[in-house]
């Protein structure tokens, strides 16, 4: 199994970062930290400190003054399930999964899970079935299809559904044949532009500002990350779009928060004059989903220059599933964890991981990204493009190891109060996890609140 250190060392510089800082990160904490046979609190400990020391070298760079990064296994690994634990005013969260999202067995004795959480998506999958919305009618409908077949045509219909597989098989398929070739995330320069000057602050990412425009987990955990570290974050959606309200409370902490329809030419117009002072794009659309309404990369570093775009998608933008939608627990179906996990469990049917953890540590990874290019802006100068996955993430978690965790007990909430921290918000007295990683000189902490979607105008702060 690699060791935490290792895992951190071969992110820092795979980057092109100098191995020189490293000892400057106290990692705590040992294996296992949540029920799995893999390696999940050493992949949430090294994405968590990669970001932080990120940030504590733009902080060097900025202001001459080094610091310590700390970051315990547990703390990270219970970062990596915050949506579980949060509570508004006391009261525990509602449940996140819609009622017919999960696993079914097919015809062909092959599993499938759907994921329903968007009311487009479910109902994709209830005309294809042509059933009621119930889940005893879905497993009897799937009953009369093979797998395969059947998450080709979800596909084929914009829709997200998954066969599971076994790592032999993922890694026979071509899609996870083009994952395998990838490193876990790139930095690639896109365009030509000055070296820019850190502007006035006291924290790293002072006065720098970022849109994001994800949803769900691992886009918004980067979003999160990089407002911890002092970045003016602009969430920015539209009334449109399907949300998820408890994951917009747990991860929109330190964000302002408004509503722009980028199908309209207001909408359009509003983002651009945004853009022009923009810093960070962060974007989790299907891939080319912004290129067509001409806000892609390459769009964007023409628009603006010294742009640093980060991008995330289900299943890399290699292969040919590169433009298929996708989620973290889809992701584990189909590129063999929940497989994995149900064989060293002695189960049969599909086993999940403990976490979202495909999702919460590309957020780290994400933003670990999105900083490491900053800094290449500041001495290089360029447009920078950003590029992460939840494929690819996943490939490198199993090339961490497996571990003997199965046993481990799961932590509930009471188990994790001394990680809790209490805010105001838009929604009510918060509890929730707290950022995972320590900094001796300056902390990351959250200066705003968070918000319901839209509460601000498409206008940066002054």
């Known amino acids: 199994m690699t060791s935490a250190p290792d895992a951190l060392a071969k992110l820092w510089t795979g980057l092109g970062h100098d191995s020189s800082v490293l000892p400057n990160v106290d990692l705590t904490g040992a294996e296992p930290v949540l029920p799995s046979s893999f390696a999940v609190g050493t992949a949430m400990q090294a994405s968590v400190a990669a970001s932080a020391l990120a940030a504590a070298e733009i902080w060097r760079v900025r202001s001459a003054q080094s610091q310590r990064v700390g970051v315990d296994m547990r703390a990270a690994a219970i970062a990596s399930r915050s949506e579980r634990y949060f509570t508004v005013n006391g009261a525990q969260t509602p449940e996140l999964w819609d009622k017919i999202a999960g696993t079914y067995q097919c015809g062909d004795g092959r599993w499938v899970r759907l994921h329903t959480n968007f009311p487009h998506h479910r109902d994709g999958v209830l005309k294809i079935l042509q059933c009621a919305y119930d889940k005893a009618a879905v497993a009897q409908a ?3 299809w093979k797998a395969f077949d059947f998450e080709e045509t979800c ?43 850190w502007p006035k602050g006291n924290r790293p990412l002072a006065g720098i500002r970022v849109l994001d425009l994800t949803r769900i ?33 747990d991860t929109g902490r330190g964000k302002l928060s408004t509503h722009i329809d980028l199908r309209d030419d207001l909408g359009r117009r509003q983002f651009e004059a945004l853009l022009r002072d923009a810093d960070v794009v962060v974007q989790g659309y299907r891939p080319n989903g912004l290129a067509e309404l001409g806000f892609g990369a390459q769009d964007v570093a023409q628009i603006r220059p ?35 996990e149900a064989q060293a469990a002695g189960i049969d049917g599909p086993k999940p991981l403990p ?21 290449r802006r500041a001495t290089e100068g360029g447009s920078w ?78």
């Open 355 to 375: 976490a979202q953890i495909l999702d919460h540590a590309s957020g780290y990874l994400l933003a670990c990204g999105a900083m490491s290019a900053l800094l």
């Open 142 to 144: 799937l009953k009369a």
């Open 217 to 249: 987990i691992a886009g918004p955990v980067c979003g999160l990350t990089l407002a911890a570290h002092g970045a003016d974050v602009l969430l920015v959606t539209s009334p449109h779009l399907p949300s998820i309200e408890p994951l917009v409370i």
């Open 385 to 462: 493009h950003v590029r992460v996955s939840l494929a690819q993430t996943g490939f490198w978690l199993r090339s961490l190891g497996r571990i003997d965790g199965l046993a481990c007990k799961d932590p509930a909430r009471d188990g994790v109060r001394d990680l809790l921290e209490e805010s105001d918000s838009g929604f009510g007295r918060l509890s929730a996890v707290k950022h995972p990683a320590t900094m001796t000189a300056i902390p990351p902490r959250w200066q705003r609140p968070s918000v319901p979607l839209g509460t601000h105008p498409p206008a940066w702060p002054l």
């Open 155 to 197: 596909a084929q219909a914009k829709l997200v559904v998954t066969a599971m597989r076994t790592f032999a098989e993922w890694d026979a398929h071509p899609q996870g044949q083009a994952v395998g070739k990838l490193p876990v995330l790139s930095v690639e320069r896109i365009g030509d532009a000055p070296a820019a000057l």
């Open 306 to 340: 010294g742009i640093v775009y980060v991008s995330l998608c289900a299943y890399s933008h290699a292969g040919p599933w590169a433009n298929r939608r996708g989620f973290d627990s889809l992701v584990q179906t189909a590129s063999g964890f929940n497989a994995a």
